[in-house]
Nanobody, 115 residues
Framework: VQLVESGGGLVQPGGSLRLSCAAS????????MSWYRQAPGKERELVAI????????NYADSVKGRFTISRDDAKNTVYLQMNSLKPEDTAVYYC?????????WGQGTQVTVSS
């Protein structure tokens, strides 16, 4: 199983970024896909999750109304659209796949929100 994130970078407060996570080696349609983030000195936290077959989503309170998770099962890819970014969104963002109680992680992509 391989998960490859992309799309991170430096953005000013109020800006937008879209993260992508391309998955291979697993049955993507049956996988719960999620984004986590970890800021320096803090624990890794769940940002958003999208359920298999795209039957629903859930978000951390801190990103509700600003971030949108989506999936394209034809491309085995999950996205995180991040709008109205704040400095406190600065972190390494990780993609995770859960399939039959097995968790798989990507290598992470850095997002820095700063003026």
């Amino acid at each position: 199983v391989q998960l490859v994130e992309s799309g991170g970078g430096l953005v000013q407060p109020g800006g937008s970024l879209r993260l992508s996570c391309a998955a291979s080696g697993l049955t993507f349609t049956r996988s719960f896909m999620s984004w986590y983030r970890q800021a320096p000195g803090k624990e890794r936290e769940l940002v958003a999750i999208i359920y298999k077959f795209d039957i629903g989503t859930n978000y951390a309170d801190s990103v509700k109304g600003r971030f949108t998770i989506s999936r394209d099962d034809a491309k085995n890819t999950v996205y995180l659209q991040m709008n109205s970014l704040k400095p406190e969104d600065t972190a390494v963002y990780y993609c995770k796949a859960r399939l039959y109680s097995n968790d798989y992680w990507g290598q992470g992509t850095q997002v820095t929100v700063s003026s």
